[in-house]
């Protein structure tokens, strides 16, 4: 099969797959590189340049050279995206199975938090809060309301690490287990209080803050340091500002990977 033969094969292939609403799209190649290393079922990658993805892969993250080596075909990607990444590269995965994310984000004992993303209304600052999700090795983010946080928005901006963690939409009646903590102006300054492992770490949008029907809830209201007639931070920093005060990943010693 010739190259161009090849190309518009995989575009055919694209086009039919895009549909699917089981699979996600991957925007990028860090996006691929941490679905690869997280284990996702990654159905198709293309690329402008399949061998510049292969090279990036040689030296950014060696893990998952063979991987990338195996997926990637060559396509024009502005004809398949309307926005096309830096990187020249887009994946399609399977998106994990909801029952089975939710229920691991119900077992009990939980060796970190859950971070409740309560009415988020800003899609690259939920993907922002996954991405500090999974580095700092939260158990999961669940949201309430109507944004899905699987909007290929989101994922392009968590970078693929949507695998590295759980992601699910929640309502109140499936909120998981667990002693819930609330940011609210009015809660008890953060530095006094030990955040337990299997919190569930709750933040309201930037504009409202926490709903009246999950401030109910929590048992325990808590405030972040902030300097008076300042209004909010932004979401991303009020939840990374929360989990390094929880403590982070318990490993240490471990070579960071890029």
Do not use: C
């Not at 860090?30 to 402008?48: N, S, T």
């Not at 029952?99 to 077992?107: E, F, K, V």
């Not at 949201?143 to 929640?170: C, F, K, Q, S």
């Amino acid at each position: 099969m010739s190259d161009v033969q090849g190309d518009e094969a995989a575009v055919r292939e694209w086009r039919e797959a895009a549909g699917d609403d089981g699979l996600v799209l991957l925007d990028g190649f860090h996006a691929l590189k941490h679905a690869l290393r997280f284990g996702a079922d990654v159905r198709m990658v293309v690329a402008d340049e399949p061998d510049a993805v292969r090279a990036l892969a040689r030296e950014l993250a060696p893990d998952v050279e063979a991987d990338v080596a195996r997926l990637v075909r060559g396509a024009a990607l502005k004809t398949l995206l309307p926005r096309v990444h830096p990187t020249g590269v887009a994946a399609l995965a399977v998106r994990p199975d909801r029952a089975r994310g939710l229920a691991g984000l119900g077992r009990m004992p939980r060796p970190a938090p859950v971070v409740v993303l309560d009415n988020p209304r800003n899609l690259g600052n939920v993907g922002a809060v996954v991405r500090l999700a999974a580095g700092f090795g939260a158990t999961g983010v669940v949201t309430r309301g109507d944004l899905d946080p699987w909007h290929p928005n989101v994922v392009r901006a968590g970078a693929g690490l949507h695998y590295a963690t759980t992601v699910e939409r929640i309502t109140l009646d499936t909120l998981p287990p667990g002693p819930l903590y609330a940011l609210d102006p009015e809660g008890e300054y953060i530095r006094s209080l030990t955040l337990p492992d299997d919190a569930l770490l709750a933040f309201g949008s930037e504009r409202h803050g926490i709903s009246p029907e999950l401030r109910a809830r929590a048992d325990h209201l808590v405030s972040l340091p902030m300097r008076p007639q300042v209004s909010s931070y932004n979401l991303a920093t009020s939840v990374a500002m929360t989990l390094f005060h929880w403590g982070g990943p318990r490993e240490t010693g471990q070579e960071v990977v890029q």
